[in-house]
């Protein structure tokens, strides 16, 4: 629980703070860029939420805080917000947010589908959370996109039943998975849904294309907020950087319009394969370095 005695000093005064046990994983700046702002190694509250719109995103951002680094005196507003979640991005595609420290605030989000329902990696347990989703028709199957971003998925997993499905190479995160998979070659999962390997950033490294449509990313490539583009960094490829633009070349071979990504911003883009090729001929250029590396990681 937030302490506003430990409140980080730039919080403008107010009923929403940070206080020094936040991670820097952006989290908030993107759930309420109005209200949290960077300060180079944390978060802090840049402007206090006056309307009731920003006060509910400044709220779901509290919910979405993997290390209850924000703290408010609206704790009615706070509990009301629980009830957003899992948030619509598109059509039958949402955010779950409560995002786990263990993965590090990562993202995780859930799709609707006539044939059963997706998670693909996962929040952190929380019992409301997972209401909501037997509400929306249950989870079938929880895609784990690499070792790092696992958080309470078997919470959920023996909650639903649902059958988990990862790569080999990072399957160690997950002994107990129903589907392994492995090798470099796309795979189709369901009906419109193919898993793509992308070793790189872990060697079993594997990123979900729904519909040709929406690409749920992991942590192979993100839309980069200052950089205004989509980013793949080095200093966060803990396998193969040789590797990860091999495997982003080949992604530049698929359709989808959106990116999904469990760290930095999720985006919806006009030009997707130009995007995805001018970042591959960065990589190979070294230029997608350290800076384009959200800071969550
Ligand atoms: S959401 Fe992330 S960046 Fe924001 S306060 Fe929490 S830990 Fe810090």
Not at 232 to 238: D, E, G, I, N, Q
Request: hydrophobic share 40%; glycine share 6%.
């Amino acid at each position: 629980m937030a302490t506003r005695a430990r409140g980080h000093s730039e919080n403008v005064p107010g009923s929403f703070f940070v206080d020094d046990t936040c991670i820097d994983c952006d989290t908030c700046r993107q759930v309420a860029p109005l209200v949290f702002a960077d300060a180079g190694d944390h978060s802090f509250v840049q402007l206090q939420p006056e309307s009731d719109a920003d006060v509910r995103l400044a709220a779901r951002a509290v919910l979405c805080c993997p290390t209850n680094s924000i703290g408010s005196d609206r704790p009615a507003e706070v509990r009301a917000a629980a009830s957003d979640f899992p948030v619509r991005i598109d059509v039958e595609v949402y955010a779950c947010g409560f995002n786990a420290e263990s993965s590090f605030g990562a993202h995780s989000y859930f799709v609707r589908r006539p044939e059963g329902n997706w998670l693909i990696d996962s929040p952190r347990w929380m019992p409301a959370l997972a209401t909501r989703f037997a509400e929306l028709g249950g989870i079938a199957n929880i895609f784990l996109t690499h070792r790092d971003d696992v958080a309470d998925a078997r919470r959920y997993a023996d909650r639903f039943s649902a059958t988990v499905i990862i790569h080999a190479l990072d399957a160690s995160a997950f002994p107990v998975a129903g589907r392994v998979l492995d090798g470099v070659d796309p795979q189709e999962l369901a009906a419109g849904i193919v898993a793509i390997p992308t070793p790189g950033h872990t060697a079993g490294h594997c990123v979900l294309l729904v519909d040709d449509t929406y690409l749920f990313s992991g942590d192979h490539l993100w839309w980069s907020r200052p950089q205004g583009r989509l980013s793949a960094s080095r200093s966060v490829c803990w396998h193969s950087w040789s590797e990860q633009c091999r495997s982003m070349r080949r992604l530049a071979e698929r359709r989808f319009s959106w990116v999904l990504p469990g760290h930095g911003e999720r985006m919806h883009l006009d030009d997707p394969q130009g995007e995805i090729l001018a970042l591959c001929a960065r990589m190979t250029e070294g230029a997608a370095s350290d800076k384009d590396a959200p800071s969550e990681h």
